[in-house]
């Protein structure tokens, strides 16, 4: 079997068999197939596609082509989310307290911000004390004890997917539905969890921005997640302005806290009661409307703040934070952004207002770049909003004065006004099953 053959076949718009991807796999992750061998393959599947065959033999090679993680021990119970990034998205810390207060074991890898995207880590780390790291049977068995347990990427998980993003980063073929849906699934299947409910995001902040995109990739993944015996759902949420009113890691802990306790309600709180819903109706097999039931109850009844505080607790971190905000770093500059107009915030660039919130210090540019876990973006005003002429959008919070002027102009840049309210938006705009 040859590289070029494979190439070739792909580019004529022909199918490829599951031998001949495992074959590619082995020999890119191996060493013996070079990077340019494999560009040309990814630029022949960007444009030639993969049927749902090559998609789920390609995914499940990746899965397999490193490390796994057991789940067994967890049964039915075992259960994840995923999200495909955005900006203010802190739902992972909302729900994973009200699922596990509900009986569903989530042991859970999570990855670093990037660019304008938080990173779960990020957000946990700035919880003071709290540990990300722990070997796998710790893991595994704080998992079991109470029914979370979140930690950093680590070992040898999907290699495969390491060095076939990285090549797809810089040959343009990042966007093809294919392997971003291998991409995403073969991480998900290799962390073992039975059931997966996966979070579209659609809009200006999103990877997707049209709905249209995201409805066929979250249909994708949800077919090759069945196909290869998990038992998933998928929502399409907005993400066409912030999630929430804070961007950036410990102000979107104190804002998750906030939801947990109940003081939070609008587009955060629906988007995680609806994901919440979907991860109890996989792992407990009853209907949503009483699976939505329960996960308001675990709000309501303080359940879900208790597991939050247990889960801090067990990872080293400060429980006191959840109800002394005062213990979270505190940026020393915060400056607050002042309308120069009357009117209504009619759309908001959710990815400006990201890259904002990264030249204040929350996100990286490079992965060696350091975080300042106080830096961000509390909004004030958000899209449909009425707003008057001195009325406060946002108030901006570093601890590097310099970086307030270029952010200011980002955050500016990235809100529009109109003379009428724009129409409603919906936090979640459908549910795949």
């Not at 053959?5 to 001949?20: C, V």
Request: net charge negative; hydrophobic share 40%; proline share 3%.
């Amino acid at each position: 079997m040859r590289m070029y053959d494979l190439i070739m076949k792909k580019r004529n718009g022909d199918s490829l068999t599951r031998e001949e991807i495992a074959f590619f796999i082995d020999g890119y992750v191996g060493g013996a197939i070079p990077d340019y061998q494999a560009s040309a393959l990814c630029m022949a599947i960007w444009f030639r596609g993969m049927s749902d065959d090559e998609i789920v033999a390609l995914t499940d090679c990746m899965a397999h082509s490193g490390d796994t993680v057991d789940l067994s021990r967890f049964g039915e119970l075992s259960v994840d989310k995923h999200s495909t990034g955005g900006v203010g998205d802190k739902t992972s810390l909302v729900i994973t307290p009200i699922v596990a207060s509900l009986g569903g074991k989530i042991a859970k890898m999570s990855g670093r911000g990037l660019g304008h995207t938080g990173g779960t880590v990020d957000k946990l780390e700035s919880i003071p004390g709290m540990q990300v790291s722990m070997d796998t049977e710790a893991f595994l068995r704080q998992a079991e004890e109470i029914g979370v347990a979140l930690i950093s990427q680590t070992g040898n998980l999907t290699p495969a997917d390491k060095k076939l993003y990285a090549l797809r980063d810089v040959t343009a073929t990042v966007d093809s539905i294919p392997l971003i849906t291998s991409s995403i699934m073969s991480k998900k299947l290799a962390a073992g969890s039975k059931n997966i409910v996966l979070d579209v995001k659609v809009g200006s902040g999103a990877f997707m921005k049209t709905y249209a995109d995201a409805k066929k990739l979250a249909q994708e993944m949800v077919s090759i997640g069945k196909s290869c015996g998990r038992n998933m759902a998928a929502l399409l949420t907005d993400m066409d302005c912030p999630l929430g009113h804070a961007v950036g890691n410990s102000l979107e802990v104190q804002e998750a806290i906030s939801v947990l306790k109940g003081d939070v309600k609008g587009d955060l709180y629906e988007v995680c009661v609806a994901l919440a819903t979907e991860m109890v109706v996989l792992f407990k097999g009853c209907m949503p409307a009483d699976a939505r039931e329960q996960v308001v109850d675990a709000v309501e009844s303080g359940k879900a703040l208790a597991k939050m505080r247990e889960w801090v607790a067990a990872q080293g971190g400060d429980p006191e934070c959840i109800d002394h905000p005062e213990r979270f770093q505190k940026a020393a500059h915060i400056l607050p952004v002042i309308s120069d107009r009357d009117g209504y915030i009619s759309h908001m660039n959710a990815e400006a207002v990201g890259s904002a919130a990264a030249i204040l210090g929350a996100g990286r540019l490079k992965k060696e770049d350091a975080i300042d876990y106080s830096a961000g973006i509390i909004l004030n005003k958000k899209t449909g909003d009425k707003v008057l002429r001195g009325d406060i959008l946002a108030y901006l919070h570093t601890n590097d004065e310099n970086s307030l002027k270029e952010a200011q102009e980002r955050y500016r840049s990235a809100t529009e006004f109109s003379a009428e309210p724009p129409a409603d938006r919906t936090p979640v705009y459908e549910i795949i099953r």
